[in-house]
């Protein structure tokens, strides 16, 4: 049995620590600059999503 790599895992956990805090102060700094982060408004499909066409067997569905 291979023994755990607790250097890896411990480089990885820093590495995430690291990117967290770094979207956090960008986060921080668009907000001290009058802008809202995209991250917190709906999200980007449902937002931005054309709508639905009609079903085929409704009224409105031109033939």
Do not use: C, F, V
């Not at 590495?15 to 709906?42: C, M, N, S, V, W």
């Amino acid at each position: 049995m291979a023994t755990p790599n607790y250097g890896y895992e411990k480089r990885q956990k820093e590495l995430a620590k690291k990117r967290k805090k770094e979207e956090k102060l960008k986060e921080k700094a668009q907000r001290k600059a009058g802008g809202h982060p995209d991250d917190t408004t709906a999200p980007a499909d449902e937002a931005e999503a054309p709508p639905a066409a009609p079903a085929a067997g409704s009224p409105d569905a031109q033939p």
